[in-house]
């Protein structure tokens, strides 16, 4: 049984630093450097603890197999976790062949912010909608582009920083 629970303890321990680490890097990223440091402080004890148990009987393979295992469903909850937690500002950059007025006037009536760049495509003159906004609200976003028109052509970049612009509140 003690065993048993020092592999759960090896598995346990990597899954949550490894998870931890890529939501450090978020922050690190976003310039968040206190949340970064203080994520960083845990990750590396919990990593010390993990690795530790390890080289203590490091001929088990059991051992290696439950760190093995822990730092693959890490990597796979991390990037979980950060979806969900869907932090900071993207850009999202739109392009329709149908009715753009209509488009940018549904975006704005939706609550999101929305510039009209006008340029030259391969095929004429083409519309090109910038809208900045929390990540959190992009499958909202989507749902009203694909309503519109299913073939725009989407883009999507992370913004850093902000400052300045129109920004309310997505109506529900």
Do not use: W
Not at 72 to 78: E, H, L, P, W
């Amino acid at each position: 049984m003690g065993a048993i629970l020092g592999y759960l303890l090896i598995f346990l321990a990597r899954l949550t630093d490894v998870s931890l680490a890529t939501i450090r890097m978020i922050m690190v990223i976003r310039g968040k450097r206190i949340i970064a440091a203080c994520i960083g402080f845990v990750e590396a004890g919990i990593y010390i603890l993990a690795v530790g148990k390890v080289l203590s009987a490091v001929k088990n393979p059991l051992n290696i197999l439950a760190y093995a295992l822990g730092f693959a469903t890490g990597n796979y909850v991390g990037i979980f976790l950060e979806e969900k937690m869907a932090l900071g500002s993207i850009i999202v950059q739109v392009i329709s062949e149908n009715g753009v007025e209509r488009l940018v006037e549904k975006l704005r009536n939706n609550g999101f912010g929305v510039t009209v760049v006008e340029g030259c495509g391969r095929e004429g003159v083409r519309h090109l909608l910038n809208v900045t906004l929390q990540r959190k609200n992009l499958s909202k976003l989507y749902g009203i582009i694909d309503d519109h028109d299913k073939k725009a052509f989407v883009t999507v970049t992370d913004a850093r920083a902000i400052r300045g612009g129109y920004f309310s509140s997505i109506k529900k």
